[in-house]
């Protein structure tokens, strides 16, 4: 068995204290780094929830309201009904180049409808009246 030297002890809780401080300093940052990110969700969220102005009531199945659950037990959301509109307008942003053809045959659809009105009104002229004759009429 060998001994060790007071120097050999002394490099050894150096090296020991510098792996301790790399450790601590590694767990400040991931705390630093959660923290921005549950802030910068938290900004997300209130944006989201910011405009909220019109009531829809939906049913949901078993498993959308687990998650819904989830992310108010999480704290994230005070109700489901925040978290559904959250995930809603995430959706619609994801999506957004779906409904940007969408939009786009709908005002085709629109152009069209107007110009089906256009040629039914040119078409369809109201019935003539035929003018009765009057005692003012049959004197002329």
């Known amino acids: 068995m060998t001994t060790k030297t ?4 002394k490099k050894e809780d150096t090296s020991e204290k510098k792996k301790g401080n790399a450790f601590e300093e ?4 991931v705390e630093k780094f959660a923290s921005r ?3 910068s969700i938290k900004k997300a969220i209130d944006h989201a929830l910011s ?6 009531t939906i049913r949901v199945n078993d498993e959308c309201n687990k998650k819904l659950n989830m992310l108010v037990d999480a704290g994230l959301f005070k109700s489901r009904s925040e978290s559904a509109a959250f995930l809603i307008q995430e959706g ?5 180049p779906l ?9 085709k659809m629109e152009k069209i409808k107007e110009e089906l009105k256009s ?9 003539k009246v035929k003018q009765k004759k009057t005692a003012s009429n049959k004197s002329e």
């Open 51 to 56: 405009t909220r102005n019109t009531v829809l």
């Open 119 to 127: 040629i039914v009104d040119k078409e369809i002229s109201p019935p």
């Open 37 to 39: 990110t549950a802030e």
């Open 6 to 9: 007071t120097s050999e002890k």
């Open 92 to 96: 619609i942003i994801v999506q957004e």
């Open 99 to 107: 409904f940007f053809k969408i939009k786009s045959r709908l005002d």
């Open 26 to 29: 590694f767990g400040i940052q």
